[in-house]
């Protein structure tokens, strides 16, 4: 969870609107970052992955597929590679180019706002 929310700030730092924790399904699954427009950031911490490998274990896979079937373009962020980033600039240029990798980035709504804890401005309300 701690990564999560480092994930979470350094999008706020870039201006992308998102909510964490957004329920789908009722609330049987809760997306990490939601972000406007579709796309679920999932924060894959060491327990989605097979051991020590970089392979990720059934139910991550499966959650993923869940997801993608319910319309959510999917962006898995593995712990290792963020962790090992080393302040805002490494972070958002991080985040940028895997945007960019699964055919997001101009599409990403930002808000020229100030953007809160929950990575929301105060007039924006994501929608399951």
């Not at 789908?24 to 427009?37: F, H």
């Amino acid at each position: 969870a701690k990564l999560h929310l480092k994930v979470s700030e350094a999008l706020r730092g870039m201006k992308v609107m998102h909510c964490n924790e957004q329920p789908v399904l009722g609330g049987a699954l809760y997306i990490d970052i939601a972000v406007d427009g579709g796309l679920a950031i999932e924060v894959d911490g060491p327990t989605h992955f097979v051991g020590a490998s970089k392979e990720r274990n059934p139910e991550t896979l499966f959650r993923a597929r869940v997801l993608e079937k319910l319309g959510w373009r999917v962006l898995s962020i593995p712990f290792s590679e963020f962790q090992s980033l080393r302040g805002a600039k490494q972070q958002s240029g991080y985040l940028s180019r895997s945007l960019r990798t699964i055919g997001v980035g101009k599409g990403v709504k930002t808000s020229k706002k100030k953007v809160g804890r929950s990575g929301k401005d105060a007039k924006s309300v994501m929608k399951d």
